[in-house]
């Protein structure tokens, strides 16, 4: 009894960094709309400045001043993101802001290395709170106490500010239809600026204040954001109060777990975030979200049309240049130009979800992954050959795709988005937690092509036929019927279900079939290495998938593929240098400033201007022929 | 004349609030009836119980005597049921003849097929639905680029496309200019006297409902006060009360501002 | 009051407005007339500056505030209301006034939430109900109320009777009637002619754009074919 309460005590401890953090994201989304994913970056600045504060500002009072004042200049350095990195992208189409935020990641990333180094830094324990207290005999840190005394204050105020003050007023209104509150007199970009700030500031002092029982490093950033993005999710989008109770849910939670099912304890948020999203689709405090008619921006998307003889001529060429590669001999080369196929292959499948269904996945690796591992599992456990291990592969991960879809395809928005990261870092949890079947983080090793396809150039021509011929695939099923079901339930679900057509079933089966197409990649992945890795199911490897998508051009069939083979090309330049992440985060952040529509639709716009280009497509838009 | 829709006793509750409240009502073949009433009286609730997207507290819905109460809108829609939005509903990234062949596809139900090019299928058919709402030059443009008016008669188009007997008017002029309006519903008028197809609409502008319906439901706080012709319905003293209104503000000589 | 000289509007790549022109002057009601699609909104909106005029100038008492950011627009003492109402539903009604209210001009009339109240009534009786939980004529009510918070000195109303029934028209007439005789200036876009005429002194009409008459209601009787070229009654 004793050491349930005093697990209780240290998991309510745990909550309070956490419900800071997560209170500020929320908070951001609710008024911008922004999924921050440099959110967890904010956290990580939070804890590295207010380490420093207290390296050189010693005492009692100093201690708890460093805290505030690390949430301060975290705040300040959101307001620098705000201004410098948001504002020019708040016009540009819904989600795009991800990806700019994304780029802030790396950004930030390179500049506390720079500044603090690689090494770990332990926190220093808070100034006359560094005992225990016993109770009913068990030992509890008297610190953990105190954070759980300070969270209900900040709960409070937080409350108090957003639904008693006209500052919250306004924010609440500018949560709903920000145009309306501008036309009313209120300076919208400052409000914005000033949630930024708040949200911000939030995180950086949860980086602060759980300094004593945790410390600072590098990986901060991303191991907090997928805890964050779930407790948003349980708790409801926008809702405080939710974000408290769903911090405190997965923290007692987790103090359980790592007790009692210690090889439980990566999965374990997810699955409760899966299960109360099955009965409660928005959340415990959370209410539906009515997509807004207002705030949608960006110009709409044309009509598509397979490509004309021109286009397939050129596409020949290309594929035909491709074929020719292997006679430059130059191994290097033939394996660059595989990867990128094989990435540009998960990105189109992405694409398909994305640009054509509007499903906004952030667990599209699990397939990917999924792919992968079906076949290295078939290679080592049962010696399955090659080839059929490679025919299974995109089954596996499609049946993947069909159990998760199923669950998924229910929600919409940002909650398909969170539900699908959820499930992708719960195959990615089993993957690394499940290390006899899987091995783990070591991953597994010594999964070869067949004879035949053993050589480079071998190999090269077998990604080359089937990479090509599934984004072909991918893009002949977009005109299809079913590709036009599937844009259908996205513009307008209303018409669609009332003219005949299951929405859900349309979106469910576009789900598996992109999923499989990622298996297809996956596949392919693990024979070219010989290899896979749990990092395959990552988030970072989803958002990835994401980043190049919106680069590519969500609104133009064959984003997708030039997102994905840009990326991988900067990316292979980029990582010679040491600070590459920087020049990459800034590079990202500069595209995105500059061509909002991505790269294929921004390189559309010139064309066309410039007269080079006068599609079929925008003559009928302008009517002006 | 035969019965096309029949509803029998409608009731739905909101949290203890009666949104509509025993509703009986029939439409016969060929009939145009409209439904009117205040905002919030029960109008869109009523019609989204008919065509499935909400389920009635209590009370059936009879389609040509066969029961659809609480089926969804897409089976609905299969029984012979087309609708038109009050905020058009049409798919914005396609041509205005891909909105058509899109429900002609599900009709024939090739929603799921990935092997021939959609933007084929059924081309002449919808070409002849575009003639039919007079929209043939406008087939290959945007419908994201189209005029309000347009939008509404693809939306026609649209709900014309699986011949039904029966079709879901919601606001079908609300948003365009009065000539219009009268051009619209002339058009409605026509085609469905032709094809035999029965009409109930929800409509605020009088001038349309007076002269395009053969049969007027007015609703209250989700009660039907009145059912009759437009001459019922105009002298009914409780339905001036709660909708038209007593119509002096519009008599110049008694506005007295400021009174 | 307000001054439109050659207006030039976009929206994305379409040309809505073009050399658009007129004046209101201190007090006066003016309705804008034309069809649905004739620009009506899109010239409350570049007045607004929510949709910035790509060529000529919008000056509000004596000062240009073209390309303006709107926030400021509406500092200066002009009040939209827009045409689907986009009051905030999930704000009570009082808190809707809130987001509205501004500091009183000087030499302005200064709006309180009780002598809105009084303006319409129905609002008092709810006003701890959320914007969601009211009927379309009293979110309409509020919309205009809300507007009013800010003490505009000239009210831009857009189709301030479309969609709405009947009787609840004959309020808004009265309610406009009564602003009216306070002092207020008033830009309305209608297509009712009805109401336009009842409440307004003077009838501008636009057709794709551009101005195609501006004179009194008692003109626009004298020219029936006017009326029946554009406004197609």
């Known amino acids: ?625 | 004349m035969s019965e096309v829709l029949r509803v029998e006793n409608l009731y739905k509750t909101f949290g203890g609030i009666h949104a509509v409240e025993d509703v009986s009502f029939s439409v016969a073949e060929g009939e145009l009836l409209a439904l009117i009433g205040p905002n919030g009286a029960g109008k869109t609730t009523c019609f989204n119980m008919l065509m499935g997207q909400l389920k009635p507290t209590s009370g059936q819905v009879y389609l040509r005597g066969e029961n659809i109460t609480g089926m969804p809108p897409r089976k609905v829609w299969r029984m012979g049921v087309g609708r038109t939005f009050q905020i058009t509903a049409t798919y914005q990234s396609m041509t205005v003849i891909e909105n058509i062949q899109m429900a002609l596809m599900s009709y024939h139900h090739r929603v799921f097929s990935i092997v021939p090019y959609a933007h084929k299928l059924y081309r002449e058919e919808a070409l002849q639905l575009l003639e039919l709402v007079g929209m043939v030059e406008q087939a290959e443009r945007a419908c994201a680029i189209l005029a309000y008016g347009d939008l509404k008669r693809l939306e026609l188009a649209i709900a014309l496309c699986h011949e039904p007997s029966l079709l879901l008017m919601d606001e079908p002029t609300a948003g365009m200019a009065p000539k219009e309006r009268i051009k619209l519903m002339q058009l409605t008028a026509d085609i469905v006297r032709e094809r035999k197809i029965s009409v109930l609409f929800t409509e605020h502008d009088m001038d349309v409902v007076f002269a395009h319906s053969h049969h007027i439901m007015v609703l209250n706080r989700g009660e039907l006060i009145a059912n009759g012709s437009a001459n019922d319905i105009r002298n009914n003293p409780k339905v001036q009360e709660v909708y038209l209104g007593g119509g002096h503000l519009f008599a110049k000589d008694e506005v007295q501002p400021n009174a | 009051m307000l001054d439109l000289k050659s207006i030039e509007s976009y929206y994305g790549k379409a040309h809505i407005l073009s050399d658009l022109s007129f004046s209101i002057g201190a007090g006066e009601v003016v309705s804008l007339l034309g069809r649905n699609g004739a620009g009506k909104t899109t010239t409350m909106k570049s007045i607004m500056q929510m949709v910035i005029p790509k060529g000529g100038s919008v000056s509000f008492l004596g000062s240009d505030i073209t390309g303006l950011a709107t926030h400021k627009v509406a500092k200066m003492g002009l009040g939209y209301v827009p045409e689907d109402r986009r009051i905030f539903t999930d704000l009570t009604i009082l808190e809707n006034l809130e987001v509205g209210r501004q500091p009183p001009r000087d030499g302005g009339y200064e709006w309180s939430v009780e002598a809105l109240f009084e303006l319409f009534p129905n609002l008092k009786e709810r006003q701890k109900n959320r914007g969601k939980e009211m009927s379309g004529g009293e979110q309409q009510m509020l919309t205009i109320a809300r507007t009013l918070m800010g003490n505009p000195k000239l009210l831009l109303l857009d189709e301030p009777s479309e969609g709405i029934a009947p009787v609840i028209i004959e309020q808004m007439a009265e309610t406009i009637l009564r602003l009216k005789s306070e002092g207020m200036s008033i830009l309305l876009s209608e297509q009712n002619l009805h109401f336009a005429r009842l409440v307004a002194d003077r009838a501008i009409i636009i057709e794709s754009g551009t101005k195609k008459f501006d004179a009194t209601f008692a003109e626009l009787d004298a020219h029936p074919d006017v009326r029946d070229a554009y406004l197609s009654v």
């Open chain 1, 1 to 625: 009894m004793a050491l349930l309460i005093a697990q209780l005590l240290t998991g309510l401890a745990n909550a309070a960094a956490l419900f800071l953090v997560a209170s500020g994201l929320s908070l951001i989304f609710g008024v911008t709309r922004i999924v921050n994913f440099a959110h967890g970056s904010f956290y990580m600045l939070g804890a590295f400045i207010g380490y420093s504060l207290m390296q050189v500002l010693p005492g009692h009072f100093w201690f708890w001043a460093s805290v505030l004042l690390a949430g301060i200049a975290v705040g300040l350095i959101g307001v620098i993101v705000e201004i410098c990195v948001l504002r020019p992208v708040y016009k540009a189409p819904e989600l795009f802001q991800l990806v700019a935020t994304f780029g802030v990641i790396l950004v930030i990333q390179d500049l506390a290395l720079l500044v603090w180094g690689a090494e770990d830094v332990l926190g220093p324990r808070a100034p006359g709170l560094k005992g225990i207290i016993r109770i009913m005999g068990e030992p509890v840190p008297k610190y953990d106490l105190a954070l759980i005394a300070i969270t209900p204050f900040v709960l409070f105020g937080l409350w108090y500010l957003l639904t008693k003050t006209r500052i919250g007023i306004l924010v609440r209104a500018a949560t709903q239809d920000r145009e309306m509150v501008g036309a009313l007199g209120v300076n919208q970009a400052w409000l914005f600026t000033g949630v930024f700030f708040l949200g911000a500031a939030l995180a950086g002092l949860g980086g602060a204040i759980q300094l004593p029982k945790g410390g600072a490093d590098l990986m901060m950033d991303f191991n907090i954001l997928a805890a964050i993005f779930v407790v948003v999710v349980i708790g409801g989008m926008g809702s405080l109060p939710g974000a408290y109770v769903a911090a405190v849910l997965i923290s007692v939670l987790n103090v359980f777990g790592v007790s009692y099912l210690p090889q439980s304890t990566l999965v374990l948020m997810f699955v409760v975030m899966a299960v109360v999203l099955m009965i409660k689709p928005y959340g415990l405090f959370g209410r539906e979200e009515v997509a807004g008619e207002h705030g949608q921006v960006g110009e709409p998307e044309r009509p598509i049309k397979p490509a004309d003889a021109r286009g397939r001529m050129i596409v020949g060429c290309l594929i035909a240049a491709l074929a020719l590669l292997p006679m430059f001999d130059s191994t290097f080369l033939t394996i660059l130009i595989t990867d990128i196929l094989i990435f540009c292959l998960f990105a189109a499948s992405l694409h398909f979800l994305l640009g054509l269904g509007g499903l906004v996945s952030f667990g599209h690796a699990a397939f990917f992954g999924s792919g992968a591992y079906v076949a290295a599992l078939l290679v080592s456990h049962a010696g399955t050959p090659m080839e059929l291990a490679f025919l299974l592969a995109p089954l596996g991960a499609g049946m993947a795709a069909v159990i998760i879809g199923w669950m998924c395809i229910r929600l919409t928005g940002v909650y398909f988005a969170m539900l699908t990261m959820a499930f992708a870092q719960l195959l990615w949890s089993l993957v690394f937690q499940w290390g006899e079947f899987t091995g783990g983080d070591d991953g597994m090793v010594d999964i070869w092509p067949a004879e035949w396809l053993s050589t480079t150039n071998a190999y090269y021509y077998f990604t080359l036929v089937v990479g090509v011929g599934a984004i072909i695939l991918l893009r002949h099923v977009a005109h299809s019927p079913f590709g036009y079901a599937l844009r259908a339930s996205r513009d307008s679900e209303r018409q669609a279900e009332a003219t005949g057509i299951n929405t859900k079933h349309v979106r469910w089966a576009a789900f598996a079939f992109a999923g499989a197409m990622a298996g297809v990649a996956g596949g392919l992945f693990v024979f070219s290495k010989g290899s896979v890795f749990p990092t395959e199911l990552e988030i970072a490897k989803s958002f990835d998938g994401l980043i190049v998508v919106f680069l590519g051009g969500v609104k133009t069939l064959s984003g997708g593929v030039v997102g994905g083979a840009s990326l991988e090309l900067i990316k292979d330049f980029l990582t010679r240098f040491e600070f590459w992440r920087l020049s990459l985060g800034v590079l990202i952040i500069v595209v995105v400033i500059l061509a909002p529509e991505g790269i294929v639709g921004t390189v559309r716009k010139l064309a066309e201007h410039a007269g080079w280009m006068r599609s079929k497509n925008a003559r009928e838009v302008t009517g002006d022929e």
